[in-house]
T-cell receptor, first 115, second 112 residues
């Protein structure tokens, strides 16, 4: 079955520290992969996406992610976290095609940033 | 270009009532999807509409329905509300097949 796992429910980092949020997926074909961020009471904002090509993708707000097919992973990284990065982060896989197309989501990782 | 607009932002309904939520996609986007977000279940796919036709449906009971109009605006309806329907309902629009989805701010539905 298609699934997305975000192993870390909650992460706390200090401002200025580096960050890595993990995402593992289970999908038979080549996936479309996404990271979204959600601030409290808000919708989801796309951070970055991977469709094909270079496995290291750059996103907004200084985030990047690396697609590793052998590990079925798409981990999100940021070299230096800012207090405004505190939010919920969701990894998603675009699964299916045509009339079966949909996004499958991880349960999210809540990021807290200490000053 | 305006983003995805969902109305209303907040709703409080009583068990057994029905509710209609509205979503206006980004101009030019023909695909609209709906998701339910709850703390316990996370984000779950409800359905997708494209050119006024439901193209895909998630595993939700028939009380959840939707439609899309010729201008791509979409509505979803939940009948006979249950306490468990309390959630944030998110709408997303997509410009083309297999591209990223753009989300609205959601409608927070509370069933009491």
């Amino acid at each position: 079955a298609q699934s997305v796992t975000q192993p870390d429910i909650h992460i706390t980092v200090s401002e200025g520290a580096s960050l890595e949020l993990r995402c593992n997926y289970s999908y038979g074909a080549t996936p479309y992969l996404f990271w979204y961020v959600q601030s409290p009471g808000q919708g989801l904002q796309l951070l970055l996406k991977y469709f094909s090509g270079d496995t290291l993708v750059q996103g907004i707000k200084g985030f990047e992610a690396e697609f590793k097919r052998s590990q079925s992973s798409f981990n999100l990284r940021k070299p230096s976290v800012h207090w405004s990065d505190a939010a919920e982060y969701f990894c998603a896989v675009g699964a299916g095609a045509g009339n079966n197309r949909k996004l499958i989501w991880g349960l999210g990782t809540s990021l807290a940033v200490n000053p | 270009k305006a983003g995805v607009t969902q109305t209303p932002r907040y709703l409080i309904k009583t068990r057994g009532q029905q509710v209609t939520l509205s979503c206006s996609p980004i101009s030019g986007h023909r695909s609209v999807s709906w998701y339910q977000q709850t703390p316990g279940q996370g984000l779950q796919f409800l359905f997708e509409y494209f050119s006024e036709t439901q193209r895909n449906k998630g595993n939700f009971p028939g009380r959840f329905s939707g439609r899309q109009f010729s201008n791509s605006r979409s509505e979803m309806n939940v009948s006979t509300l249950e306490l468990g329907d309390s959630a944030l309902y998110l709408c997303a629009s997509t410009p083309r097949e297999n591209t990223e989805a753009f989300f609205g701010q959601g409608t927070r539905l509370t069933v009491v």
